[in-house]
T-cell receptor
């Protein structure tokens, strides 16, 4: 069965500090991993996906198959990064989400 | 349209009533997904359409829930005999491709319909 675990419901960091949002997954095949973000009063939107190997808004995420993790990182947090972050995986037919982490960047 | 549109944005209904929630996906998107999001939880998968057919309905919680997409565009999620536990935000998403090919595409979400069963 597929499962996405985000152990932290809430995470607060100071502006300029590094941030890491944790995501672990379990899936019997080879899933693709994503991070979605929801800013206040906005709809859920894609932040980045593993397959693109991209850096968006300074965020990166590395897939570690040995640890089955896909942690989201940013070296210097900004106030505008405050949002709800969801890790997700896709296997066969759907996009499966974790429970999310609310990131608050303190000025 | 410019994005995925869901109507109504808010719906309050009495326990036992029937409700329909509508989703207008982005034009040309073949894949359409319904999710349910309860307070403090991530989006929970309900059903996925590829074109007109339901390719995966394994997330529908019981037979009170049903969804259609008769022309491969607009979709309606139907809930019969609503219960207070059905209260949640119902999200719709669409993507150009679906299924295993989702890894190469992006899902665009609507703003959701907040359903409250009283």
């Amino acid at each position: 069965a597929q499962r996405v675990t985000q152990p932290e419901k809430l995470l607060s960091v100071f502006k300029g500090a590094p941030v890491e949002l944790k995501c672990n997954y379990s899936y019997s095949g080879s899933p693709e991993l994503f991070w979605y973000v929801q800013y206040s009063r906005q709809r859920l939107q894609l932040l980045l996906r593993h397959i693109s190997r991209e850096s968006i808004k300074g965020f990166t995420a590395d897939l570690n198959k040995g640890e089955t993790s896909f942690h989201l990182k940013k070296p210097f947090a900004q106030e505008e990064d405050s949002a709800m972050y969801y890790c997700a995986l896709t296997g066969a037919n759907n996009l499966f989400f974790g429970t999310g982490t609310r990131l608050t960047v303190i000025p | 349209g410019a994005g995925v549109s869901q109507t109504p944005s808010n719906k309050v209904t009495e326990k036992g009533k029937y409700v329909e929630l509508r989703c207008d996906p982005i034009s040309g998107h073949t894949a359409l997904y319904w999710y349910r999001q309860s307070l403090g939880q991530g989006p929970e998968f309900l059903i996925y359409f590829q074109g007109t057919g339901a390719a995966d309905d394994s997330g529908l919680p019981n037979d009170r829930f049903f969804a259609v997409r008769p022309e491969g565009s607009v979709s309606t999620l139907k809930i019969q005999r609503t219960e207070r536990g059905d209260s949640a935000v119902y999200l719709c998403a669409s993507s150009l491709l679906g299924g295993y090919r989702m890894m190469n595409t992006e899902a665009f979400f609507g703003q959701g319909t907040r359903l409250t069963v009283v």
